[in-house]
């Protein structure tokens, strides 16, 4: 098993953009940002964070949470798919494939949002399901999916979201597209 | 600042220094040593709690004298601290960072666009020309799409096939032998073999090479054996070597096989063969070898849009 920090080095522009990500919803929705880190490559704990004004509305916690899941995700399918025709398609191999596509994969690989996202997600969703937000209940099957997703990151459960987002979903749109 | 006095060691130390344990102020170290007596179960977060004094800011330990800081988020915040975490400001080199990724993901969306024109262009190709039958519209844009990538070794070979079929309907064999000998690696479904043989006994026809002719349309035949163009073919060539050696022997062959596609002529096949028979006829008669297009123009009659 390869320790987090040297993943956490190996793919350090999906961390950098994972918390950019929560960072652009915290200032979308107007909350004090009290401390960021955008990387930080340790043995233990997260490998970034972004502490915020805590608020008690539903959505800015939803998307705070999931941000990342969409900016990441985002990126990595418009990065993957720029190169993946040359490369699936017309075999054209070109060196600076290699590193875009390491950039794309790596920003795809963070895009699962981190266990205590969920866990604030997850006690948002119950305070709203308490007071009558039917909608909140569609967040327990993500949180549930995020905490299966973050257990099965140690079977490389990320890497392989990257490569559905990244190579994947491009082949099935092209497949779309063309036929 | 604010100072308190240790109520166990009587020490003096700075509000945010102390701690509140079962009621009682202390310092650091003495309400650690009370915590290692007391029983697990009495520790809370209202039991024990660190002092904070309004008058140092939590995040940047500025000392506003006697006067308290507002509290922001429940700690007690100065007025530029405050502004910076209500207007965050990214940090240059986020901006950067980001600016990169984004001129990273545009410039190579941009660069690989043609790629994904020319995926177009090739498929709008494959269905007007192996579909529709529009050879000269799918060989535009056929090459189109290969001028577009020209690294995509694939879409060459696509291309200087169509530019081969195109060719061989221009009547010009040897363009089309060029293009057809860079197409080898294509399927047996694209019958590269037996384009190649149009366009080298075109070439042998071309040259005067009419035993080289003869030979090449009767390896041609074998490939389509129940087609009567193939068979009048070798009537063709047989013709052309009894206008150069006037060999009573090949004018009696040509007219056997012609004879022999004339059979395996359908009625879908007629119109094409007729007009073919015609000029093989006709070269037999004059014993004058001539192309399709000299005969057309000597004989007067109406080219017909497809000619072998």
């Known amino acids: 098993m390869i320790p987090g920090f040297i993943i956490a080095w ?3 522009p999906g961390i950098i953009v994972h918390e950019t990500a929560h960072l652009f919803f915290c200032q979308l929705f107007g909350l004090a940002i009290l401390d960021v880190s955008y990387f930080r490559p340790v043995m233990r704990g997260p490998s970034g964070y972004v502490i915020h004004e805590p ?29 993946f025709l040359p490369i699936r398609f017309f075999g054209v191999d070109h060196w600076l494939f290699w590193p875009i596509g390491w950039l794309g994969l790596s920003i795809g690989m963070h895009a699962f949002p981190s266990n205590q996202d969920a866990y604030n997600l997850w006690g948002h969703a119950k305070k709203q399901m308490s007071s009558g937000n039917i909608l909140a209940v569609l967040v327990f099957p993500i949180v549930f999916l995020v905490y299966i997703g973050n257990l099965l990151s140690m079977l490389w459960a990320d ?16 497949k779309w597209i063309f036929n | 600042m604010r100072e308190q006095i240790c109520e166990q060691c009587g020490n003096k130390y700075g509000l945010n220094d102390l701690v509140s344990v079962f009621d009682s102020t202390l310092c650091q170290s003495c309400g650690e040593k009370r915590l290692k007596d007391a029983e697990q179960d009495q520790i809370t977060d209202q039991s024990v709690f ?10 940047c330990g500025a000392d506003g004298g006697n006067q308290e800081f507002e509290f922001f988020v429940e700690m007690p915040i100065c007025e530029n601290c405050r502004d910076a975490m209500v207007n965050y400001r990214y940090p240059a080199w986020i901006k950067g960072f980001f600016a990169g990724i984004l001129i990273i993901t545009i410039c190579s969306i941009a660069w690989n666009f043609r790629f994904f024109q020319a995926r177009i262009l090739m498929e709008q190709a494959i269905r007007i020309g192996f579909v529709q039958g529009n050879v000269d ?8 799409a290969a001028n577009l990538v020209p690294g995509a070794h694939g879409l060459q070979v696509l291309s200087h096939y169509l530019e081969g079929v195109q060719a061989i309907r221009d009547d010009d064999s040897q363009t089309a032998l060029n293009h057809f000998q860079k197409c080898n690696e294509l399927p047996e479904s694209y019958q590269v073999e037996q384009y190649m043989l149009i366009a080298e006994f075109g070439v042998a026809f071309d040259n005067k090479e009419y035993q080289r002719f003869l030979e090449l349309s009767i390896k041609y035949r074998d490939s389509f054996p129940d087609d009567p163009i193939p068979e009048a073919q070798i009537a063709s060539a047989y013709a052309c070597l009894y206008a150069e050696e006037k060999k009573q022997e090949c004018k009696e062959k040509a007219m056997e096989h012609l004879q022999i596609a004339e ?22 008669e004059t014993r004058r070898i001539l192309n399709s297009e000299e ?8 080219l017909p849009e497809e000619t072998q």
Do not use: H, W
């Open chain 1, 10 to 12: 190996l793919t350090f």
């Open chain 1, 55 to 83: 608020t008690d509305r539903f959505g800015p916690t939803f998307f705070i949470a999931c941000g990342p899941f969409l900016v990441n995700s985002l990126f990595c399918f418009l990065i993957c798919f720029s190169i």
């Open chain 1, 159 to 174: 890497l392989f979201y990257a490569v559905f987002i990244g190579l994947v979903l491009p082949e099935l749109m092209t």
């Open chain 2, 50 to 59: 660190s002092l904070s004094d309004p008058t140092i800011c939590a995040r």
């Open chain 2, 137 to 144: 519209t799918a060989t535009k844009k056929m090459s189109k």
């Open chain 2, 263 to 284: 059979e395996k002529a359908t009625p879908d096949d007629q119109k094409r063969f007729e007009e073919y028979r015609e000029r093989i006829l006709y070269r037999l």
């Open chain 2, 295 to 302: 005969y057309y123009k000597e004989t007067g009659k109406v």
